[in-house]
């Protein structure tokens, strides 16, 4: 599948030609949504497709990254590599004592707190009124990277998330494939026999907890720079089960399905949504059919058709 996930990555790559020559700039700030939603989606897909951990609070950290990024703005700050910093760092911050609490629990009651907390911090971003409370804040100017990226320029916006989708997906890769992640695997598939070998469960899924959240607080500082505005609705519940679709549309423990999840989740979104104000009722049966007819999600459902194709 590494031949699939590059021609992928190569088409995302081709998106802002493809709208300069259909004249269709939409595309790119269409697209740039995608994307950011795709390195929310991979970062899940570490813990809930190669861990086993069911987090509801996952928008948590895509929030606390906007936040970030917001909050330093309303000050003057707009230093990017500062901002970039503080996203990263608050939301993997945000993780460890989330995750410091949730992973000694499993099932549902990991579900519900990890749910639980990002209520909490929702309830507490619509409390603070000087950054605007439930109405949001708008953002004054983008992130500036001391001249070296203009994120005024919608395409530079683009492929510096762009950039930061394959960075996530080499680290992705290059963790899944260390003993990391196949300790990590072994601890979803039994727990008490990785812990009777001798491997630390706790601390292996506390990491990869801690790695997922850092890289949700990216999404956030992208996001924030698309929109320019920030609000508490994006972390609220509701989101992190968007996430999750996402994950399980394009297919649990890949890393490149979350991203095929993200296309099609926000395409169908803005196709259906220009259709009818009831494109959720039209969207849900999609997806119960295509998680009913292909377990593997969409990637799943390519890899067959390939090797049916070629056996």
């Given at each position: 599948?590494?031949?699939?996930?590059?021609?992928?990555?190569?088409?995302?790559?081709?998106?802002?030609?493809?709208?300069?020559?259909?004249?269709?700039?939409?595309?790119?700030?269409?697209?740039?949504?995608?994307?950011?939603?795709?390195?929310?989606?991979?970062?899940?897909?570490?813990?809930?497709?190669?861990?086993?951990?069911?987090?509801?609070?996952?928008?948590?950290?895509?929030?606390?990254?906007?936040?970030?990024?917001?909050?330093?703005?309303?000050?003057?700050?707009?230093?990017?590599?500062?901002?970039?910093?503080?996203?990263?760092?608050?939301?993997?911050?945000?993780?460890?004592?989330?995750?410091?609490?949730?992973?000694?629990?499993?099932?549902?009651?990991?579900?519900?707190?990890?749910?639980?907390?990002?209520?909490?911090?929702?309830?507490?971003?619509?409390?603070?009124?000087?950054?605007?409370?439930?109405?949001?804040?708008?953002?004054?100017?983008?992130?500036?990277?001391?001249?070296?990226?203009?994120?005024d320029d919608g395409?530079?916006?683009?492929?510096?998330?762009?950039?930061?989708?394959?960075?996530?997906?080499?680290?992705?890769?290059r963790l899944v494939?260390?003993?990391?992640?196949?300790?990590?695997?072994?601890?979803?598939?039994?727990?008490?026999?990785?812990?009777?070998?001798?491997?630390?469960?706790?601390?292996?899924?506390?990491?990869?907890?801690?790695?997922?959240?850092?890289?949700?607080?990216?999404?956030?500082?992208?996001?924030?720079?698309?929109?320019?505005?920030?609000?508490?609705?994006?972390?609220?519940?509701?989101?992190?089960?968007?996430?999750?679709?996402?994950?399980?549309?394009?297919?649990?423990?890949?890393?490149?399905?979350?991203?095929?999840?993200?296309?099609?989740?926000?395409?169908?979104?803005?196709?259906?949504?220009?259709?009818?104000?009831?494109?959720?009722?039209?969207?849900?049966?999609?997806?119960?059919?295509?998680?009913?007819?292909?377990?593997?999600?969409?990637?799943?459902?390519?890899?067959?058709?390939?090797?049916?194709?070629?056996?």
């Amino acid at each position: 599948m590494r031949s699939a996930e590059l021609i992928g990555l190569v088409a995302l790559a081709l998106v802002p030609s493809l709208a300069a020559a259909l004249d269709q700039p939409f595309y790119v700030d269409l697209f740039t949504r995608v994307v950011i939603f795709a390195i929310a989606a991979v970062s899940l897909d570490l813990i809930l497709g190669y861990g086993g951990m069911v987090s509801f609070g996952h928008a948590a950290y895509l929030g606390i990254g906007s936040y970030a990024v917001g909050i330093l703005a309303f000050y003057g700050i707009t230093n990017g590599f500062l901002q970039f910093f503080v996203a990263i760092a608050g939301a993997g911050a945000a993780a460890l004592l989330i995750g410091f609490v949730s992973l000694r629990t499993s099932g549902v009651y990991f579900i519900m707190i990890t749910l639980a907390f990002s209520q909490m911090i929702y309830f507490l971003c619509e409390s603070l009124n000087q950054f605007g409370g439930d109405n949001g804040l708008n953002i004054a100017d983008h992130s500036r990277f001391a001249g070296l990226l203009d994120l005024d320029d919608g395409t530079t916006l683009y492929y510096l998330a762009f950039a930061c989708l394959a960075l996530c997906l080499l680290l992705g890769r290059r963790l899944v494939e260390s003993r990391f992640g196949m300790a990590l695997r072994g601890i979803k598939s039994n727990a008490r026999r990785m812990e009777a070998l001798g491997f630390p469960t706790f601390r292996y899924r506390l990491t990869a907890f801690v790695i997922a959240g850092a890289i949700g607080g990216l999404a956030g500082a992208l996001l924030a720079n698309q929109t320019l505005f920030l609000s508490p609705a994006i972390m609220h519940w509701t989101r992190s089960g968007e996430i999750m679709v996402m994950v399980i549309l394009g297919g649990m423990g890949t890393l490149f399905g979350p991203v095929l999840g993200a296309v099609a989740y926000l395409l169908l979104e803005n196709v259906l949504s220009g259709l009818t104000a009831h494109w959720q009722a039209i969207l849900g049966p999609l997806l119960v059919l295509l998680v009913l007819f292909s377990r593997g999600g969409i990637l799943g459902a390519i890899t067959a058709f390939t090797r049916r194709r070629h056996g």
